[in-house]
């Protein structure tokens, strides 16, 4: 089992910055990826940055590239998501999330991911 904790949620302005954060713990040696998703009111959930551990390897969600930088600290399995010129667009509850099998290269799908955090939430005005 895996239980996820995230933090550095908060309320900006547009062309603000955030950091969030997410801590694993639990059977943290079984956690091959991580991702950031986020969901806004009446949207589905949308996978915004992933990173495969020990290949640092990441992808990101077009609406987020160049703006929002995933990284990782491998020993302490924790992810960042260093959110930079944010829009009112991505206000939304941002959710951490962790895969214990194999990751492909599906790294902000959904399904890719068995366990989840609880979201921390995010609000950007204009």
């Known amino acids: 089992q895996v239980h996820l904790v995230e933090s550095g949620g908060g309320s900006v302005q547009a062309g603000g910055s955030l950091r969030l954060s997410c801590v694993a713990s639990?059977?943290?040696?079984?956690?091959?990826?991580m991702a950031w998703f986020r969901q806004a009111p009446g949207k589905d959930r949308e996978g915004v940055a992933g990173v495969s551990f020990g290949r640092d390897i990441t992808l990101y969600a077009d609406s987020v590239r160049g703006r929002f930088t995933i990284s990782q600290d491998d020993a302490e399995r924790t992810v960042y998501l260093q959110m930079n010129t944010l829009e009112p667009n991505d206000t939304a509850m941002y959710y951490c999330?962790?895969?214990?099998?194999?990751?492909?290269?599906?790294?902000?799908?959904?399904?890719?991911?068995?366990?989840w955090g609880q979201g921390t939430q995010v609000t950007v005005s204009s």
């Open positions: 639990g059977d943290t040696s079984d956690i091959n990826c």
């Open positions: 999330a962790a895969a214990t099998h194999r990751c492909s290269g599906r790294l902000i799908a959904r399904d890719s991911y068995n366990y």
